[in-house]
């Protein structure tokens, strides 16, 4: 589990240490602030950490590094990645398990990172990032881009692609219902298996790729759509319920969801909110970024129901500030324009 980050100019980030993460993590602040930035950054750092030794893979981890950072922000040079304000370096610090994996470069490098430490350990287990663009009708561009090493689709959408090719392996019992927690934890318990049924139920049916067109589509009940006529919130779902089904994602992985809100209908928001803080408690880290106040209290509701810490931050005029959801709802703009709007509406209402 990711510990603590810390970055320095980083992008729009001038300045950023948060400490004490939890299972679920929540990112907060307008647009343009750096809340995919940051999820970014910790998704370069962990797939590095995931590539290395990993198969035949014959580069230094260094190089994958580069290569992930380069292909993730898509930035001609990665010394581009330097706040243009700085007038030193860029520095990346994340503790793993109290372990540290830290670099840094300046404005002028393009292809390469002369400093560059790390005491973890290769690791076995998959990281993932869920963007908020519909990735499953536009599913072989992506291939196609990967294989001809173009600009256009970041690092995000090819690894998202190359895992959902992954076969699935294994069925999970049928359930409706959300049992409460079993002793045993992890991949196997019988509430984790739950959640994929949780996420099937919630769409009411699942995806499935035809090898014959090259192609996904949405089944439900014994009908077959095209991913163009199907709803960008359903495969939104879909795509988390194929990844745990195939096997890509278990109870050690970390996911990366940008705009979770994003083309989901509200009471869809809270379901797949409850299936995280399932997949949470056995084993699963998450990091999400998102605009929306329904977002922000429906996982405050979590923290003071389960007693689970969510830790948040947000970006307050030039600083980010951390607090955690079990405690309190943070002061940020969102809440400010969700109580203004309230607020408005009250005042027409006595008027």
Same mark, same amino acid.
Request: aromatic residues 12%; negative net charge.
């Given at each position: 589990m990711i510990n603590q980050v810390e970055l320095k100019n980083f992008g729009p980030m001038e300045q950023l240490n948060w400490q004490g993460l939890g299972k679920i993590n929540l990112i907060i602040g307008n647009n343009d602030c750096g809340k995919s930035f940051l999820l970014k950054a910790l998704y370069s750092a962990m797939r590095t950490l995931e590539e290395y030794k990993r198969g035949e893979n014959p580069q230094s981890l260094n190089e994958i590094l580069v290569d992930k950072i380069f292909w993730t922000f898509q930035s001609e040079n990665i010394?581009?990645?330097?706040? %243009?304000?700085?007038?030193?370096?860029?520095?990346?610090? @994340?503790?793993?398990?109290?372990?540290? #994996?830290?670099?840094?470069?300046?404005?002028?490098?393009?292809?390469?990172?002369?400093?560059?430490?790390?005491?973890?350990?290769?690791?076995?287990?998959?990281?993932?990032?869920?963007?908020?663009?519909?990735?499953?009708?536009? %599913?072989?561009?992506?291939?196609?881009?990967?294989?001809?090493?173009?600009?256009? #689709?970041?690092?995000? %959408?090819?690894? @998202?692609?190359?895992?959902?090719?992954?076969? $699935?392996?294994?069925?999970?019992?049928?359930?409706?219902?959300?049992?409460?927690?079993?002793?045993?934890?992890?991949?196997?318990?019988?509430?984790?298996?739950? $959640?994929?049924?949780?996420? $099937?139920? @919630?769409?009411?049916?699942?995806? =499935?790729?035809?090898?014959?067109?090259?192609?996904? %589509?949405?089944?439900?009940?014994?009908?077959?759509?095209?991913?163009?006529?199907?709803?960008?919130?359903?495969?939104?779902?879909?795509?988390?319920?194929?990844?745990?089904?195939?096997?890509?994602?278990?109870?050690?992985? +970390?996911? #990366?969801?940008? =705009?979770? =809100?994003? $083309?989901?209908?509200?009471?869809? +928001?809270?379901?797949?909110?409850?299936?995280?803080?399932i997949l949470a408690k056995h084993g699963i880290q998450f990091f999400i970024a998102s605009h929306s106040y329904f977002v922000i209290k429906k996982l405050c509701l979590i923290a003071q129901e389960q007693k689970m810490s969510i830790p948040v931050i947000s970006k307050e005029n030039n600083d980010w500030v951390s607090s955690d959801l079990l405690e309190e709802i943070p002061d940020n703009a969102i809440i400010n324009e969700s109580i203004r709007l309230y607020q408005q509406e009250v005042s027409f209402a006595l008027a």
């Open positions: 010394g581009n990645l330097v706040n %243009y304000n700085a007038n030193s370096s860029l520095s990346f610090n @994340l503790d793993f398990e109290n372990k540290l #994996f830290k670099y840094d470069f300046s404005r002028d490098t393009k292809r390469s990172i002369r400093s560059l430490h790390s005491d973890i350990e290769p690791r076995q287990d998959n990281s993932i990032f869920l963007p908020a663009k519909e990735v499953l009708s536009i %599913y072989h561009f992506i291939l196609e881009s990967e294989i001809n090493f173009r600009f256009g #689709f970041d690092s995000t %959408y090819m690894d @998202l692609a190359n895992a959902l090719k992954i076969p $699935a392996t294994k069925a999970f019992p049928s359930s409706h219902n959300i049992s409460l927690p079993s002793d045993k934890l992890g991949r196997d318990s019988d509430d984790f298996n739950q $959640a994929r049924n949780l996420l $099937a139920n @919630l769409i009411n049916g699942k995806i =499935e790729f035809d090898e014959v067109n090259k192609r996904w %589509y949405f089944h439900k009940d014994k009908q077959r759509f095209p991913m163009g006529v199907t709803a960008e919130g359903i495969k939104k779902i879909a795509i988390l319920d194929t990844l745990l089904g195939n096997g890509y994602l278990n109870e050690n992985s +970390i996911i #990366f969801i940008d =705009e979770l =809100e994003s $083309a989901l209908h509200p009471e869809a +928001i809270s379901k797949l909110l409850d299936i995280i803080a």
